[in-house]
């Protein structure tokens, strides 16, 4: 199994990036999806989740009214749309898949937002 997380980049302040997580020998559609991420000495914070069983969407109060999860399930992907990306984003992301007690990691895809 494995995941994959791309579409990080260098932005400046205002734009917007849409990460993708897509998944090898894992059918997403069936595991809840998270998308946390890493900024430089701080800890590992969750961002955004999707639920397996109803599709519920949650997202931490600093991303609400910016960020979007979404997904693909024909490619098995799943998207966190960023946009008015601030300075403060960034950071390291990374997708996980979890279906108690499994849960997989994707690499981490790098983004990083100017002012």
């Known amino acids: 199994v494995q995941l994959q997380a791309s579409g990080g980049g260098l932005v400046q302040a205002g734009e917007s990036l849409k990460l993708s997580c897509s998944g090898s020998?894992?059918?997403?559609?069936?595991?809840?999806i998270g998308w946390f991420r890493q900024a430089p000495g701080k800890e590992r914070e969750w961002v955004s989740y999707?639920?397996?069983?109803?599709?519920?969407?949650d997202y931490a109060d600093s991303v609400v009214g910016r960020f979007t999860i979404s997904e693909d399930v024909d490619e098995n992907t799943v998207y966190l749309q960023m946009n008015s990306l601030k300075p403060e984003d960034t950071a390291v992301y990374y997708c996980?898949?979890?279906?108690?007690?499994?849960?997989?990691w994707g690499q981490g895809t790098q983004v990083t937002v100017s002012s």
């Open positions: 996980a898949a979890v279906r108690w007690p499994a849960e997989y």
């Open positions: 020998k894992i059918t997403l559609e069936g595991w809840g």
């Open positions: 999707r639920g397996s069983r109803d599709g519920t969407r």
